[in-house]
């Protein structure tokens, strides 16, 4: 495995991380002020993060050019939609029944059970919104990179949809359009993995030469966080928001960059498990949660060290538990339903 794919796989990692870190706030016990800022700062650049790597590596790795359209939409259907559907199905009673202790409410009748499935936000797990919204996404850049490449308008072709999605983005920053299948996370997130595929075509992070060690990545993440600063944290408008996002971006591929040359990752490192993780972290945040603030009424910084760290080796413990027993039973639905492919 090349040391630049070690890289996206590595920023992967610190984004399924750093969305660990935003959901470790506690539900209603009270934080100090420099936490709220914390986490809406947080907030600013992890999705975004997310989308950009997954238009980035679409392109990068030539998926339009490798794979047939099924086989693609196939394969991304069994990773993205049956964890979806399969793991929110699941989940619907156990919700139910303890909705008062999650400080959440769920109503079982007909449109309340098809809007869980069909408005990604209302989903049973919170953060499973992202799931059905990066999966339109993939099958839209599919498409376009497919006709831009036998045109061969691959730069021309995502500098358009770039500059196209970005003007919507600004135009319709915070407009409730519709939350159905996802249009208004597509509208707000899209452009940033329309971004990636744009740097992508022109292989943009392999070429980025460092010359001063983390001077790139440290320059980046405080101009950042100082336009973060600037005016207030809780109306950041559509261009200082998408600002912060993508130095953001920048500095945190630069320091992973700097990571990857001076330490080996392995192919069966932790960061290539980073799409289970982040489905199995927030059940488990959740009962940290409910033990720490609802039993123990522990202190803020003790809940949310305790969720960071349940959602962080919580998953992990999931995952070596379920290889052990499909392992012994030889079988391979548990892993089916969290998106994993075999014989593939």
Known sequence: MSKFYSEILLVQLLA????ILGHSYPFVTEVPGWVQDTQLFIYTFHMPLFVFISGYLLIYTQQSVLKRTTEFFRKRFLKLIIPYFALSLIAILPKYLFQSYLNDSLSLDAESIIRVFL???????GHFWFIPMIFI???LGFGLDRFFRIKKWNHLGWGITTSVSFLTYLILYKEDITGWLSINDIIYFG?????GALCATFNLLNKIEIKGEFSYSFTSIVLSLTLFMIGSHWQIGAFRSALIAVLMIFG???LCSVIVRRIHLSRNAIYTQ????FLLSWPCQAVANVLTERILYAPWYVIMT???LSGVFGPLIIIYLISIIEKKFRFHWISFILGKQYGK
């Open 119 to 125: 408005v990604p936000r209302e989903n049973i797990w």
């Open 191 to 195: 452009w940033y993995f329309s971004l």
């Open 252 to 254: 945190l591929c630069e």
């Open 274 to 277: 980073t799409f289970t993780i």
């Open 306 to 308: 305790t969720q960071f």
């Open 137 to 139: 996404l993939g099958i």
């Open 16 to 19: 399924t991380y750093l969305v």
